[in-house]
């Protein structure tokens, strides 16, 4: 396909844009995804808390793709953190997905209350070791949360996927990636399709180009070296999605989209969410 690869700090290519399914049904993500891969995504970012593994796993089937050509996310979720609740969680993950080993699996909150990521993390080593898991990283991690996962781990994250968009441009985050060779991959990408497209300075930018205005938030992403993981249950989205590779944004558009930056979380704060600690 026409998506670039990033290569990961363990030598693995991933695909630079892929296709979320959080918020889609069980029972439609069979049928969404199998649009998303049939539009031409190969990269698809699920997890356990989404309860759509399974509906994932089905289009996959379906689709005939070889195994290789794909690249499968998936997470654990925040109550099974600890070294054996998270092999369980992760063999109840491959059994929903039908598969035989994921491409990357992710921690998915920090969950700092519970103080439990780094044995959390030791059973990831574990799973990455017997190929089950060919890639591991983090999800929400904070600096602070990083610094303390490389001192008592020995696996480096190969990225960490946290809320990122024009307006929550994480500068600090993106930094200390950069620093150990972790990717950053962008979730809400799209600013969750609320306000951040409406924005003047995004629709200008969109116009000056002639496409939509999340055809150039993608693109800047894109350009700024993220990973990113857009959502849309709407063919015609799904497409225009992933239609982003035959245009650039110019020094000018760069810096109108830097300009944007404003901290707004859409989602909780890494730091304060402690949700099934
Ligand atoms: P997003 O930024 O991808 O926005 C998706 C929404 O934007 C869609 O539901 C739709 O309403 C709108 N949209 C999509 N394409 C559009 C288009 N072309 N034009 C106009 N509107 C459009 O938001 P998201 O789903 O929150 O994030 C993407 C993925 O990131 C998720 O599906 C999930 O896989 C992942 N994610 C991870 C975490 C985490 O904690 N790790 C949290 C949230 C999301």
Request: proline share 5%; charged share 20%.
């Amino acid at each position: 396909s026409q998506v670039p690869s990033i290569t990961l700090n363990n030598g693995l290519a991933m695909p630079q844009l892929g296709f979320g399914v959080w918020q889609v049904p069980d029972d439609e993500a069979a049928k969404t995804v199998s649009t998303a891969l049939e539009t031409g995504y190969r990269s698809i970012d699920t997890a356990a808390i989404y309860e759509n593994e399974t509906g994932t796993g089905k289009a996959i089937a379906a689709s005939q793709i070889a195994r290789d050509e794909l690249f499968v996310t998936t997470k654990l979720w925040n109550t099974e953190q600890g070294y054996d609740s998270t092999l369980r969680a992760f063999d109840a993950s491959l059994e929903k997905l039908g598969l035989d080993y994921v491409d990357l699996y992710l921690i998915h909150w920090p969950v700092p209350a519970k103080d439990a990521y780094t044995d959390t993390y030791k059973a990831f080593e574990k799973i990455h070791a017997e190929g089950r898991a060919k890639s591991i990283g983090v999800s929400n991690f904070r600096p602070e949360h990083l610094e303390r996962l490389l001192a008592e781990t020995s696996v480096v994250p190969v990225l960490n996927q946290i809320e990122l968009h024009p307006q929550l441009q994480q500068a600090e985050s993106r930094a200390f990636h950069a620093q150990h060779g972790i990717a950053t991959e962008a979730w809400s990408p799209l600013g969750q399709g609320k306000g951040l497209l409406e924005v003047p300075t995004v629709v200008a930018i969109a116009q000056k180009h002639g496409r939509t205005p999340a055809q150039a938030v993608l693109r800047w992403h894109l350009q700024i070296g993220n990973i990113v993981i857009p959502k849309s249950s709407t063919p015609s989205r799904i497409k225009e999605n992933l239609d982003v590779f035959d245009f650039e944004l110019d020094a000018d558009d760069l810096a109108a989209f830097a300009a944007l930056d404003e901290g707004k979380r859409l989602g909780p704060d890494p730091a304060e969410f402690n949700l099934g600690a």
